[in-house]
């Protein structure tokens, strides 16, 4: 095997090349990045605030007591692992249309966020929770008691769609 | 009755060593984490401190997997040689001067034998074998390459790790620890007196330990996990443990010989009873050799590892001849003395 030659742009002094001082000036940095502050957050005594960008789980926007959604089933049909479940129904309300199934399924929602983008009544957002643990595969079916969410709770998401859409 | 005291000795010896080295592996995790500014496992007890518990527990409750065509024998074989070559070198090095308990003087090391560097040096070289069954017994083509390399590394800076004691022996005039150690009295620590020794001993520590930057035969990146690819559960952990054994074994070889071991310069000065300064003595002992260990943990996780070439590279054409130069320019100083 021919051994290229390495090729320098100056030539290492002979200290440069034993090798030892860099080891040294390595060890200070090290040394002195123990002292420096940690960045790991302790979760659970301290929690991780995401900003108004983050997708977190879906819920539905609750307005004046009742859900915003109409059952067009948009949300339902652009849904990329098919995990929303939508079963319309008349009502005497001004908005006629009203789900009376919506269910996410957890366990196939991968948080992209397309419902969100293309809900026609801002009805359906991403939320800032992250903290979904659950224990078996009937808990992951979060139906409207677990999706609805007062709208002043989610005021934040919707501003952030307004500005930035 | 002459047994019960070697007996007292080695069960004190071996718990304390296998309480270090996994409490080593806690420490380790402890001071990477703050180098790179995390913290580290600090959840299981108060600030990690029964974390090595938990693993050990963990790695006893693992399946053990021995792949289908493995020499099974060998394959169980070989991570028991490593650990326990790492743990039988302590059986000379000295922990403290000559105490007086219950009338009778007690040598605080093991085995006082007249050659003590030999008996170090022959049980590093029989390190080798347990890398290399293991590389080989485990039927897998990165497992066999991670042995041998990690095998030719060893052998290689064996040569120098034994010609650079050679300098420590000249001036000490003896091949017993006890006697070395007793020989670096009053500040005279061979560190500076044989300072060439020192730095070639110390890297070939690196080199015998696998450790930083001499550890390509394990890293991940290279060969998966090299020689302890196959091995799961408690063989796993008998690997782990033996790498920081030899960790700790390597430390207080560098103690004992460059250090000054036990030696506390201003000990004897202050006044204490003769079993205080003692007791100080082995806790200097131990002080010298937590450093050293802080030493290897700070070297890993500052410098690149070498590609193999480059390591084999060094290992002859470096170490080698400046061993063989230390040797020299030792014996011309005594010539001409």
Not at chain 2, 142 to 149: E, F
Not at chain 2, 280 to 291: E, S, Y
């Amino acid at each position: 095997m021919e051994h290229s030659k390495v090729i320098r742009k100056k030539d290492l002094t002979i200290l440069e090349r034993m090798y030892i001082p860099e080891i040294v000036k390595g060890m200070r940095l090290t040394i002195a990045q123990m002292f420096r502050p940690k960045f790991t957050i302790q979760y659970p005594e301290n929690k991780f605030t995401p900003s108004a960008s983050f997708r977190g789980r879906p819920v539905l926007v609750e307005e004046n007591g009742t859900e915003r959604c109409v059952a067009c089933g948009l949300c339902s049909r652009v849904c990329p692992s098919l995990a929303i479940e939508v079963q319309a129904a008349e009502t005497k309300d001004e908005k006629e249309r009203y789900p009376e199934k919506f269910e996410i399924n957890m366990l196939r929602c991968i948080f992209c966020g397309f419902c969100e983008e293309v809900c026609p009544e801002e009805a359906i957002i991403m939320s800032q929770e992250y903290e979904l643990a659950f224990s078996n595969q009937k808990d992951a079916l979060f139906g409207k008691a677990k999706l609805l969410v007062p709208i002043e709770k989610v005021q934040g998401r919707l501003d952030f769609l307004r500005a930035h859409r | 009755m002459d047994i019960i005291e070697p007996l007292v000795k080695i069960i004190l010896v071996v718990i304390v060593n296998l309480t270090v080295v996994a409490y080593l592996v806690l420490v380790e995790r402890r001071v990477s984490a703050f180098i790179q500014n995390r913290i580290g496992p600090n959840r299981v007890g108060p600030g990690g401190l029964f974390q090595p518990v938990a693993d050990i527990v963990k790695l006893f409750l693992k399946e053990d997997i021995v792949p289908k065509a493995a020499n099974k024998f060998v394959h169980s074989l070989a991570p028991i040689i490593s650990l326990v070559v790492a743990m039988t070198t302590f059986a000379v090095i000295p922990f403290g001067n000559t105490i007086h308990l219950f009338g009778r003087d007690i040598k605080l090391m093991i085995a006082d034998v007249n050659v003590g560097i030999l008996y170090l040096l022959a049980l590093s070289s029989l390190g080798v074998y347990g890398i290399t069954l293991s590389g080989w017994s485990s039927n897998n083509k990165y497992s066999l390459l991670g042995g041998l390399r990690s095998s030719a590394q060893m052998i290689s800076y064996e040569l120098s790790m034994g010609l650079a004691i050679i300098g420590v022996l000249m001036i000490a005039g003896t091949l017993q620890l006890n006697k070395i150690v007793e020989s670096q009295a009053h500040g005279m620590w061979y560190f500076w007196r044989s300072p060439i020794s020192f730095i070639t001993f110390v890297i070939a520590s690196f080199a015998e330990t696998n450790r930083l930057p001499f550890d390509l035969p394990e890293a991940e990146p290279e060969l998966v996990g090299g020689y302890h690819t196959e091995y799961s559960g408690m063989k796993f952990g008998l690997f782990f443990l033996a790498e920081y054994a030899n960790m700790i074994t390597a430390s207080a070889v560098i103690t004992t010989l460059y250090l000054g071991g036990w030696q506390l310069p201003f000990a004897g000065h202050l006044g204490f009873s003769d079993l205080t300064v003692s007791l100080l003595q082995v806790a200097a002992f131990a002080v010298k050799v937590g450093l050293v260990l802080l030493f290897f943990i700070l070297i890993r996780w500052t410098i690149p590892r070498f590609r193999y070439d480059q390591l084999m590279n060094i290992g002859w054409k470096v170490m080698l001849p400046l061993s063989l130069a230390n040797i020299l320019i030792t014996g011309l100083y005594f010539v001409l003395r």
